[in-house]
């Protein structure tokens, strides 16, 4: 199994999300990997996401392959774009694939989350 | 050149010559467009080889037309024995009933055909001219015509076919009609979205002949819609249309947001800006409050599934930070393009809060503001952590993106609309004016939420004395004191940029004023030099860059003016605000209601009639806002705790006004008001409001 795949899911299954409250329900992505097809499913509700590989019938499907997938998560490509492109298929719900798209790396070019010198730290 | 015939349906829509027909180059905006991509560039009406000419054009709907035509082109009226009727709604692609009706006493026997093509466009090409990277086909299968277009896994489709028997080929549909005498031929042809955004295909259009359900889930609604809006009487009768206008408008306006299907925001503009701007979306929402509160609430919710997460230089995007636009089209999907979505907005952050306070205030609705609790809070930080680019302390703005962003991200964004008196321009990061004052009140606001409703008294606290902090320093650093009024931006080191600006309005209407500044302010809003007689020039004749029609450097805004009259009420000028709101209705009457989004910024006495700046988008969203405003303001509507406080000052000529069943956490009450304020002592036309007259009553020489 890859490894930025499992990272991600990992990753998101341990922190408390900056969701909005209301976005609930459950998405599963597949990822088709040559033959074979990775199943995750997360479920979320009241900004907490839980991670599995089973799970009943989702509200969103996400389809793309799983090199497409690594590209996404790990920054290299834009998620939203990749819809648009063809490259990643939604079925479903749109809005917890826009809920969930914010969890996907910066572009590794840009600046790390460096925030401006804000005039509320320097104050305090 | 023949005038274009607009109908849409969400994000869909079509523009057409005035015979139905549509003959689109790369840089002509006509066709049949969708998710910013055209899926129809080319669609000409023959009847035996010869084009159409049109007798008439009839606008039935936002989303319906019906051209009326004979054969024979030319200037000349031929006695033309037969007559075509195109039908064409908008939903889904569209649908059109062709009819021919012949006249004679002989049959006929014609050959009708329609030529079609596509380029498949995006809309950013349509504007710059660029050329297609990928692959065109056409297919004909089960009775349709599929042209195609295909880039790597970019693949868009339009399907065409009809009703009536025909032959297809790679170029159009060719029908071999008989038509008895005093009978008529007629066909449904169809124009569907074959392979959309994400692979979707759509075969039927959404209309179907003579079907009443026919009507598109905006028009099922559009009723309900009037229906739901307050009331309106008004002595002056001109108001009573402007409003009814705004309010279809509005309605025309509605966009419904990918991610929450069935509910809807005010896009932009019609046809060009039918997607979610921050910016946009939030002023009119604002102006639209006491009238529609659900358009906040879809805002609101949906900015805030885009909230911004991380640092993307392309899309100038921040966690925190509230996205400028969204789009669909093939340069958004390679990346050519960094809408999806761009966040180059430094204002639209800092007003989601506002909102969010504003829409409580008025509506009681807890729930969503603890919903997005996180999301405002991420917002607020946004302000201090991300936009404090000149290291000073105010909000600036720089883009990241030098190529394809947003140069200025304040809503004066053109590249001449923040100067010196001296035309001077300053430098980047720019921190203007009117941010200051947006962070200003969504800080105050978010204390006022973090108290009431995230039952957080500690960040209610420290939000208020940053608000109070910032306040100080702002009414130092921005203070021109031998003009007395605010700079309307300040540089990196510090220099004021000293023009004087319609700014100056939104500034009160935050709240950052100081009491003992306020009266310098609303004079030069309400001077010779700003007000125009029909409302508030972007920028002061007294500035070298002035030009009455400028389009940040002087023209009047409508949507500029009904905030500065809203400022100008916040700070108790209540019949200042009036008189704007005078200049502004009267304008409207010009525009049967529909206000543009600029007019010239010549003085009233000068032109006697507002000069409409050349735009491309009509209507508006935040001008059709505007009316909806400015009743705000005059009545004086405010919501105090669970009431409605209701303070009129209205124009003399309007006489009396009744706003009746106003939403909001009281339930529905009514407003009445009578016009007292004596906006303007000059004569001038008969039955507008800047004219002292008993009633007004007497209905304004119509344009038409």
């Keep these: ?124 | 050149m023949s005038p274009d015939v607009k109908i849409l349906d969400g994000n869909t829509f079509v523009v057409s010559d005035d015979r139905g027909d549509i003959e689109a180059s790369l840089t002509d905006p006509t066709g049949l467009f969708s998710f910013d991509t055209r899926y129809l560039s080319k669609w000409v009406l023959t009847v035996d080889g010869q084009r159409l000419n049109p007798l008439s054009v009839d606008d039935l709907q936002y989303f319906e037309t019906r051209f009326f035509l004979v054969p024979g082109t030319g200037t000349v009226y031929i006695d033309a024995k037969l007559s075509v009727i195109r039908q064409r709604a908008v939903g889904g692609g569209f649908h059109e009933e062709l009819t021919i009706l012949n006249h004679d006493e002989k049959a006929v026997d014609l050959e009708v055909r329609m030529e079609v093509g596509c380029d498949f466009a995006d809309l950013f090409e349509v504007k710059d001219d660029l050329k297609k990277k990928g692959e065109y086909y056409t297919r004909i299968e089960d009775g349709r015509l599929v042209l195609g277009y295909r880039r790597e896994t970019y693949v868009r489709e339009t399907w065409i076919s009809a009703t009536a028997a025909c032959a297809l080929d790679e170029h159009g549909l060719t029908f071999s009609v008989h038509v008895e005498p005093n009978h008529e031929w007629t066909t449904d042809l169809h124009v569907t979205l074959g392979r959309g955004v994400g692979g979707q295909s759509i075969a039927q259009p959404k209309y179907e002949r003579h079907s009443k359900k026919a009507l598109p889930y905006m028009e099922r609604s559009l009723e309900k819609w009037l229906d739901e809006a307050p009331r309106l009487t008004c002595d002056w009768d001109p108001l009573n249309r402007t409003y009814q206008r705004s309010l279809v408008d509005l309605a025309a306006l509605r966009f419904s947001p990918v991610s929450l299907p069935g509910h809807y925001l005010p896009a932009a503009g019609l046809p060009w800006f039918m997607t979610m701007f921050g910016r946009d979306s939030i002023f009119t929402s604002l102006q639209a409050l006491p009238f529609t509160p659900e358009l906040a609430e879809t805002t609101l919710l949906a900015l805030g599934l885009w909230q911004g997460s991380r640092s993307d230089d392309f899309r100038d995007e921040d966690p925190g930070r509230i996205l400028h636009e969204l789009r669909f089209g093939e340069m958004t999907a390679f990346e050519e393009r960094p809408h999806s979505p761009y966040y180059g907005s430094v204002d639209a952050t800092p007003l989601y809060v506002v909102l969010l306070d504003e829409y409580e205030r008025w509506t009681g609705d807890t729930k969503l503001v603890r919903n997005l609790e996180q999301t405002a809070r991420r917002a607020l930080a946004w302000i201090d952590d991300y936009a404090d680019l000149q290291g000073n302390g105010y909000i600036a703005y720089k883009r990241r993106n030098e190529q394809s962003g947003l140069e200025n991200q304040c809503w004066k964004d053109s590249w001449d609309s923040i100067s010196y008196r001296d035309g001077r321009l300053p430098g980047f990061p720019r921190a203007t004016c009117e941010l200051q004052g947006y962070a200003y009140d969504a800080k105050m606001r978010g204390a006022r939420l973090a108290r009431k409703v995230w039952h957080d008294p500690a960040y209610a606290q420290r939000l208020e004395k940053e608000a109070a902090e910032l306040k100080r320093r702002f009414n130092r650093d921005f203070w021109v004191e031998e003009g007395q009024y605010y700079a309307i931006a300040l540089e990196a080191d510090g220099s004021k940029v000293d023009a004087l600006a319609s700014n100056n309005g939104h500034l009160l209407w935050s709240g950052i004023v100081d009491k003992g500044k306020a009266k310098a302010v609303a004079r030069h809003l309400m001077s010779p030099a700003m007000y125009s007689g029909w409302g508030v020039r972007t920028l002061s004749t007294d500035e070298s860059r002035y030009n009455p029609i400028g389009y940040h450097v002087g023209t009047v805004w409508p949507f500029d003016s009904s905030i500065v009259a809203w400022g100008l009420r916040r700070y108790g000028f209540k019949e200042e605000a009036a008189r704007i709101a005078a200049g502004i209705l009267d304008a409207a009457e010009f525009f049967d209601g529909r206000l543009p989004e600029a007019f010239g910024g010549y003085p009233r006495e000068l032109t006697k009639y507002p000069v409409q700046y050349p735009t491309a988008c009509s209507p508006q969203a935040w001008s059709t806002g505007a009316p909806l405003l400015l009743l705000r303001t005059m009545l004086g509507l405010e919501p105090i705790g669970e009431h409605l406080v209701v303070d009129p000052a209205l124009p003399q000529g309007i006489g009396r006004l009744e706003l009746l069943d106003i939403p909001g956490r009281w339930g529905r009450v009514d407003a009445f008001g009578r016009g007292r304020v004596d906006v303007e002592k000059r004569p001038r036309r008969q039955s507008q409001l800047g004219v002292i007259e008993d009633g007004g009553k007497a209905a304004k020489p119509r344009k038409k």
């Excluded at chain 1, 074979?36 to 019938?57: C, F, M, N």
């Excluded at chain 1, 572009?107 to 804000?118: F, I, T």
């Design chain 1, 1 to 124: 199994m890859a490894e930025p795949t499992r990272d991600f899911f990992a990753t998101l299954a341990q922190r408390h999300q900056p969701l909005p409250e209301g976005v609930t329900g459950l998405m599963r992505f597949d990822l088709a990997d040559g033959e074979r097809t990775e199943h995750w499913y997360l479920a979320i509700r009241k900004g907490e996401v839980t991670v599995s590989h089973q799970g009943p019938d989702p509200d969103c499907t996400v389809s793309t392959g799983l090199a497409t997938f690594e590209a996404i998560v790990s920054g290299k490509m834009n998620a939203m774009a990749a819809v648009l492109r063809g490259a990643v298929e939604i079925q479903g719900r749109f809005a917890l694939m826009t809920a969930v798209q914010r969890f996907f790396a910066a572009p590794a070019e840009c600046a790390p989350d460096e925030p401006a010198a804000g005039y509320a730290r320097r104050l305090s």
